[in-house]
């Protein structure tokens, strides 16, 4: 069975950072891509970022680059999401997401986590 | 960036009624279209991906098509455990964007 367990999230003020990690079980983590999709409060779904196999291909939202940066530990079957510069608009429940790929150029999210929540306030 | 518009926002309907859910995009994706389901509290589930293939374990009352841009979720007989939001989403060029979503409630 997939399981993805995140972590980390929690209150942050503006301007400060936070680290979100991953914890990915019951499949071969380093076959395929991995994706953070976020929801603000009462709001849609927005994809943030995400990461081939192989770390080889990497992308961002342009709300979030420059302040965001993902990576992944195959031998540890872990995800992360460094979150630096925060804002009161990255307020959100940050989802870890699993690729259908391996190379995330045509994502399709098969499996997500429960979400770790990220409020960002003063 | 491609934009997905869904309609209609909301929808009343009944147990044992068809609905039907349209996700419209901005440019040409060809088939690069997925459609979830989202319970309340719950993370998102995957039904449809490439505009008209069913996950496996989703049932087989919901479809989906494609007419050029146009995309269609349907549920062919509505059941209680399928009142949810639905939303779409592109996988053709990034920034993979979603629709804004549909929440189906009791009528």
């Known amino acids: 069975e997939v399981q993805l367990v995140e972590s980390g999230g929690g209150l942050a003020q503006p301007g400060r950072s936070l680290r979100l990690s991953c914890a990915a079980s019951g499949f071969t983590f380093d076959d395929y891509a991995m994706h953070w999709v976020r929801q603000g409060p009462g709001k849609g779904l927005e994809w943030v970022s995400g990461i081939s196999w192989n770390s080889g291909s990497i992308d961002y939202a342009d709300s979030v680059k420059g302040r965001f940066t993902i990576s992944r530990d195959n031998a540890k079957k872990s995800l992360d999401l460094q979150m630096s510069s925060l804002r009161p608009e990255d307020t959100a429940l940050y989802y870890c997401?699993?690729?259908?790929?391996?190379?995330?150029?045509?994502?399709?999210?098969?499996?997500w986590g429960q979400g770790t929540l990220v409020t960002v306030s003063s | 960036d491609i934009q997905m518009t869904q309609s209609p926002s909301s929808l009343s309907a009944s147990v044992g009624d068809r609905v039907t859910i349209t996700c419209r995009a901005s440019?040409?994706?060809?088939?690069?279209l997925n459609w979830y389901q989202q319970k309340p509290g719950k993370a998102p589930k995957l039904l449809i991906y490439?505009?008209?293939s069913l996950q496996s374990g989703v049932p087989s009352r919901f479809s989906g098509s494609e007419s050029g841009t146009a995309f269609t979720l349907t549920i062919s007989s509505l059941q209680p455990e399928d009142y949810a939001t639905y939303y779409c989403q592109q996988s053709y060029s990034t920034p993979w964007t979603f629709g804004q979503g549909t929440k189906v409630e009791i009528k």
């Open positions: 490439a505009a008209s």
């Open positions: 997401v699993k690729d259908a790929g391996g190379v995330g150029i045509t994502p399709i999210f098969d499996y």
């Open positions: 440019q040409s994706i060809s088939s690069y």
